[in-house]
């Protein structure tokens, strides 16, 4: 007789949190053997210790598996199951890639949409498509806090038949509780990124969900609503699970089944253990960055491509970012300003679709002349280091402006003794019925990146629609656009409102000489709009801010040969510096920090006495920007004998999405609608004039310039039918603008 028992495969989970950590208690309580892999090293220690712990009401269970690090981890990944952070995704596949075997795979235990990308990276073939609901915590290091049983669905991805290997996974994740396999995982997901979204929004407020939820349901429904909006033009059919049941949330639900469903769903939810969200526990008690914007992120992509309104969660997502690091500033006023926004009436535009095909069908009538002042405007050689050609070029730019617009109502520049000159054009406001009589900003810039000479080798060209030559993208055409827009409005006599176009030359450098003036222009306008060019079409809605620091270290010289021990290096101390700075970055959290320039000692004989380091930093929060601002003035010698000094500052502060910016967003989506097409947005690690207007309080509109590629490169082009389009987005937006 065999009593031998049968080898239960193993499985890797990365990342040992709430729902890492709930399934691989249960794999392991189960037989399966189990790796745990986290970058929490009092999380792994504790585990080590004591096992796996999993607390249910006054009792604790604990299981015995293996605990690494990252990078203490040796061998060969088989079945891992990832269920890090949303955000975490890309770094987590970095560590994956290179160690899972040929017939391995990644079961995405997340919250959000990552299926998409772990098979970009990985392979179809190695991955697979999972939804969990799972209400757990970590309590303390090694110990999860077990919420009771959820739902988790597993299948392949992009709704391919349930496979072997998905039911094999679904019979050993039984052990956990009523694992299900489905071939229409993303029918779940979708649901869950309605019910999801309730749940990030009761993190506004500290007080638990069920309460904000039965408390705010219009803020709610509308939430829910705008993303099954977009689920249902996708096709995608939504699946109940739990308590939570999508259809009645979808927009035009008759009132009292909605009303059912809030009661189902929040007597559920009272019943849980876990009474707050993870998103609550990121803010509230680990006061670290949340995922939501990144679960969110496909939502707002096919949305815009859709042409779909998701004011309220971008409300959310941007209520949820201005509490990283500010957890005291949460309230419930900030649900109570959700449901006002759910139950407005949704603004119609003040123009329409016949005012705006005649802007684009002139427009499109003067391509050829637009086409002309853009190869005109590209052979004016604009360098920002060469005074001499920035104040010719800002000579032909007054020229053409008179040519193409008229005087002005009022003109000033502004000299500047180091960067090119400073030049405001006011033009008065026609036929305009707006209650705000403030002006709107056209902001741009034309200084260019390219040296003065460029031109003799790199000319303008075109080739058929294909336009290229330095600065066609960055930003010429973007000006271009903006002058053909007012002259559009004018030529068809639509109202525009009044209109200050401020034109720096040196932007390209940092905006030093002239960012005073763009705040002060800023304070006094309604808006801004910042003819920057797009992000692949995109209008940008979000920049990091950028830091210019220099590490400046003095050592004590001395013969290296002679007298080894009597100096002290700087150049030694440097590498100690740039290792600790590396430390700093945050890829999660929109964090990067750039040494890119190190300078340092006279001779190789001789013990360096002075080193440089020149660093560039770009964070995505205001939080983020306090984090490294604080961190850099700490810094420290390790060498007592050296003397290390930080100095620079923050060149432009964070530009964040704020409340003001969605709304000049979503008017700039109506107003693409109306021409006949979609307009994404996108947030970007490159900085602008906007991010002075934004931090100062002006609503900014940036990115509406050239559609292109190739800033600051030899491949740098526009074209011509997006120079058209965009002036006409750009002429639309000011006409409605007028009327608003």
Known sequence: MNDAQPVR?????????AIGGTLAFAL?????PVTVVD???AHVDAIRTRGLVVARGGTRESVPVTATTPEEFTGTLTRVLLAVKAQATGTALDWIAPRLAPDGYVVSLQNGFNESLIAERLGAARTVAAFVNIFADVIEPGVVLDGGAGALVIGEPDGAPVSPRVRDLVAHLQSWGPAVASDNVEGYLWAKAGFGAMLAATALADAPMADLIDRHRPAMAALTGEIFAVSDRLGITLEAFDAFEPHPFRQGTDPAAQNAAFDRLTAWLRTQTKDRSGIWRDLAVRHRPVEAPTHYTEVFHHAACEGLPTTLLHTVVTGLRQLEGAAQDMS??????LDHLAQAPAPSLPLGSEQAEAVRQWLDAHRED??????????QGSASDDLDALDDCLGWLRDWLDRRLGAPDAEETFAREEAGDILVRRYAARDTTAQDHRPVLLLGHYDTVWPTGTLDTWPFRRDGDHISGPGVFDMKAGLVQAVWALRALDSLDLPRPACTLMLNGDEETGSL??????????????LAM???AAADGAIKTARKGVGLFTVTVTGVEAHAGLDPTAGASAVDELAHQILRLTDLRAPDAGTSLNVGVVEGGTRSNVTAGHAVGRINVRVATAAEQKRLGDALAAVRPVDPRTRVEVTGGWNRPVFERTEGVAALAELARRCAALLGHDLPEAS???????????????????GIGAVGSGAHARSENTSVPGMVTRAALAATVLAALARE
Do not use: C, K, W
């Open 332 to 337: 419930e006023s900030r649900l109570d300003g």
């Open 513 to 526: 000489a002239s960012r005073d003036a763009i705040v002060d222009e800023a304070r006094e306008s309604r």
């Open 684 to 702: 970007v690690g490159g900085a602008s004039d906007g991010n002075f207007v934004v931090a100062q309080g002006t609503p900014v509109l940036d």
């Open 39 to 41: 970058t929490d090293r």
């Open 370 to 379: 637009m086409v002309a002042d853009l190869a005109a405007y590209t052979s």
């Open 28 to 32: 392991a309580r189960a037989g399966h």
């Open 9 to 17: 495969p193993g499985y890797t989970v990365v990342g040992a949190g």
């Open 530 to 532: 910042v003819f920057e």
